[in-house]
């Protein structure tokens, strides 16, 4: 008898194949509104991301090797300057802001044969915590569309969440990485500040702004640092058998700023964070004070940004050419006063130095109690209240990092009794950011899968991506119009889902088609 023939293999589907299905998805699901207001997490997709893919099919037909991220869909932070898309900064003001060339960080993932899908949505300027955009409207959180997602790197972290992509481009200034990632179940690094090159980053934060990534998990996490820092060392960040010999400890306040859990939840997962090291063979100390640290993190850390961001926008076509063409605009954040605005980035080198000094002296005063401790990291809740909320949390853990330029991980832990994600961070020692990722890598695996979220509802038939890149913009523009200071008016999730039914044109709705409404140009 005969042997039966083997089985033939299924080819691996196309790069053009595995970035339409992607496409489908997020046009789908993005601003879908069945299941409350709509994720909004891409502010454009970018409508050169098939071309890209079929080029990268060609180079792989032709025999050229494929990269570590080969046709890897990512998502891009709004901050971040493509050649193929503009930079809004997640503002009005700078709508139609086209870079001539790629961010660094941007050119090293394509490089590695990543495809951008498309930016994401932001917090404007990078400031904030609420995922509020002018230049896209309102992000919701992955696992609850009426919650709030985090920020300033809200869409990166919802994109992720969402599954849309596996991984996502950000930035952190104080949170604006940790806090989304954790709030919608994915991971992420905060570097050692310097560490990831932040060229082509629109420079808000002169001493503490860096660029990073939100995975799926830290086994990609790790993949992509690989990408982004040449001196990445791989084998230090991969998760060894268990932690026998490392030492931890819970930092129960920093300074004047207490540290401690402020809700069962949060506390319960604090808990559950220490037993699972413990199991994996860590020895875990608890309750560990550090007197001495300065964790304010005022103006002064932004002095000076108004001179370089003028450096980079004087190269871009476009209508704003500086830091004060932003402020005279009349599209800033309602907040904000043009006086204000002016002021927040001036030029003062005293305050900068005093803000270097502070960093200088917070980095010294926490490598020495690891060192004194013999401690391989210290644990911390990035937002003591636990998971994401409608209202920003006044009880963010951000600072302890942001105002050292230590390195710290952030994982989600479990869901809460609502089903959201609650996290921890692992802040380490300078340069220590491979050990930090092995050490959460470990955690994750004692941990198991985190439960997805729950899925969108689409309300109608998905738009095309042309129709969906003329949409977000204008549900940016039409929200920001009704707010009013802190007023949050169409930003508000349930006036944001009308606002964006109204402009879908949903049969009984009555709205206007988005076929009827333009752009709004700049003045």
């Given at each position: 008898?005969?042997?039966?023939p083997?089985?033939?293999?299924?080819p691996a589907?196309?790069?053009?194949?595995r970035?339409t299905?992607?496409?489908?998805?997020?046009?789908?699901r993005?601003?879908?509104?069945?299941?409350?207001?709509?994720?909004?997490?891409?502010?454009?997709?970018?409508?050169?991301?098939?071309?890209?893919?079929?080029?990268?099919?060609?180079?792989?037909?032709?025999?050229a090797p494929?990269g570590?991220?080969d046709?890897?869909?990512v998502?891009?932070?709004d901050?971040f300057?493509?050649?193929?898309?503009?930079m809004?900064a997640?503002?009005?003001?700078?709508?139609?802001?086209?870079?001539?060339?790629?961010?660094?960080?941007?050119?090293?993932l394509?490089?590695?044969?990543?495809?951008?899908?498309?930016?994401?949505?932001?917090?404007?300027?990078a400031f904030?915590?609420?995922?509020?955009?002018?230049?896209?409207g309102?992000v919701?959180n992955a696992?609850?569309?009426?919650?709030g997602?985090?920020g300033?790197?809200?869409?990166?972290?919802?994109a992720?969440?969402?599954?849309f992509?596996?991984?996502a481009?950000?930035?952190?200034?104080?949170?604006?990485l940790?806090?989304?990632?954790?709030?919608?179940?994915?991971?992420?690094?905060r570097s050692?500040?310097?560490?990831?090159?932040?060229?082509?980053l629109?420079?808000?934060?002169?001493?503490?702004?860096t660029?990073?990534?939100?995975?799926?998990?830290?086994g990609l996490?790790a993949?992509?640092?690989?990408?982004?820092?040449?001196?990445?060392?791989a084998?230090?960040?991969?998760?060894p058998?268990?932690?026998?010999?490392?030492?931890?400890a819970v930092?129960?306040?920093?300074?004047?700023?207490?540290?401690?859990?402020?809700?069962e939840?949060?506390?319960?997962?604090?808990s559950?964070?220490?037993?699972?090291?413990?199991a994996a063979?860590a020895?875990v100390v608890?309750?560990?004070?550090?007197?001495?640290l300065?964790?304010?993190?005022?103006?002064?850390?932004v002095k000076?940004?108004g001179?370089?961001?003028?450096a980079?926008?004087?190269?871009?076509?476009?209508?704003?050419r500086?830091?004060?063409?932003?402020?005279g605009?009349?599209?800033?954040?309602?907040?904000?006063t043009?006086?204000?605005?002016?002021t927040?980035?001036?030029?003062?080198?005293?305050?900068?130095?005093?803000?270097?000094?502070?960093?200088?002296?917070?980095?010294?005063?926490?490598e020495q109690?690891?060192r004194?401790?013999?401690?391989d990291?210290l644990?911390?809740?990035?937002?003591?209240r636990?998971?994401a909320?409608?209202d920003p949390?006044p009880?963010?853990?951000c600072?302890?990092?942001?105002?050292?330029?230590?390195?710290?991980?952030?994982?989600?832990?479990?869901?809460d009794?609502?089903?959201?994600p609650?996290g921890?961070?692992?802040?380490?020692a300078?340069?220590?950011?491979?050990?930090?990722?092995?050490?959460?890598?470990?955690?994750?695996?004692?941990r198991g899968p985190?439960?997805?979220p729950?899925?969108?509802?689409?309300?109608?038939?998905?738009?095309?991506?042309?129709?969906?890149?003329?949409?977000?913009?204008?549900?940016?523009?039409?929200?920001?119009?009704?707010?009013?200071?802190e007023?949050?008016?169409?930003?508000?999730?349930?006036?944001f889902?009308?606002?964006?039914?109204?402009?879908?044109?949903?049969?009984?709705?009555?709205?206007?088609?988005?076929?009827d409404?333009?752009?709004?140009?700049?003045?």
């Amino acid at each position: 008898m005969l042997p039966a023939p083997a089985a033939a293999a299924t080819p691996a589907p196309s790069c053009v194949a595995r970035i339409t299905a992607v496409q489908r998805e997020i046009l789908h699901r993005n601003l879908a509104t069945g299941s409350g207001p709509p994720l909004n997490a891409f502010q454009q997709l970018n409508p050169y991301a098939l071309e890209q893919a079929a080029a990268l099919d060609r180079a792989r037909a032709a025999g050229a090797p494929a990269g570590p991220l080969d046709c890897l869909p990512v998502a891009v932070k709004d901050n971040f300057a493509s050649a193929d898309q503009p930079m809004a900064a997640g503002s009005l003001a700078l709508l139609g802001n086209q870079p001539a060339e790629d961010a660094e960080a941007v050119a090293r993932l394509r490089a590695a044969g990543a495809i951008v899908i498309g930016k994401t949505t932001m917090d404007e300027f990078a400031f904030g915590i609420r995922g509020l955009s002018g230049a896209a409207g309102r992000v919701g959180n992955a696992y609850d569309p009426w919650l709030g997602p985090g920020g300033s790197s809200s869409g990166s972290a919802v994109a992720v969440g969402a599954g849309f992509v596996p991984l996502a481009l950000g930035s952190d200034n104080c949170g604006s990485l940790r806090l989304p990632a954790v709030y919608n179940g994915a991971v992420t690094l905060r570097s050692t500040q310097g560490r990831f090159s932040s060229a082509g980053l629109l420079p808000i934060g002169f001493v503490n702004g860096t660029p990073g990534l939100i995975a799926r998990d830290t086994g990609l996490l790790a993949r992509g640092l690989a990408v982004l820092d040449p001196t990445w060392q791989a084998e230090r960040a991969v998760a060894p058998p268990d932690l026998r010999g490392r030492r931890l400890a819970v930092l129960a306040r920093a300074g004047d700023q207490d540290l401690a859990p402020t809700s069962e939840a949060a506390a319960a997962a604090l808990s559950q964070a220490v037993d699972l090291l413990r199991a994996a063979g860590a020895e875990v100390v608890e309750a560990l004070v550090l007197p001495g640290l300065d964790t304010r993190l005022g103006p002064a850390f932004v002095k000076g940004s108004g001179r370089r961001i003028d450096a980079q926008l004087v190269r871009y076509p476009g209508s704003r050419r500086s830091w004060d063409d932003i402020c005279g605009s009349g599209r800033l954040p309602p907040e904000w006063t043009p006086a204000e605005c002016r002021t927040l980035m001036a030029s003062d080198p005293a305050a900068e130095q005093r803000a270097r000094r502070q960093m200088a002296s917070n980095r010294r005063l926490l490598e020495q109690a690891l060192r004194a401790q013999r401690l391989d990291g210290l644990l911390l809740l990035p937002d003591r209240r636990g998971g994401a909320r409608r209202d920003p949390s006044p009880a963010i853990t951000c600072m302890v990092s942001s105002t050292s330029g230590l390195p710290a991980v952030a994982l989600p832990l479990a869901l809460d009794r609502r089903g959201m994600p609650v996290g921890l961070e692992i802040l380490g020692a300078s340069g220590g950011d491979e050990d930090l990722v092995a050490i959460a890598a470990v955690l994750e695996a004692q941990r198991g899968p985190l439960p997805p979220p729950r899925a969108v509802v689409p309300a109608g038939p998905p738009l095309d991506l042309a129709g969906h890149n003329r949409l977000v913009p204008l549900l940016g523009w039409q929200a920001w119009k009704s707010r009013r200071g802190e007023a949050l008016g169409d930003l508000d999730p349930a006036r944001f889902r009308r606002l964006t039914d109204d402009l879908l044109n949903r049969p009984g709705d009555g709205g206007k088609s988005i076929l009827d409404l333009t752009t709004p140009a700049s003045p």
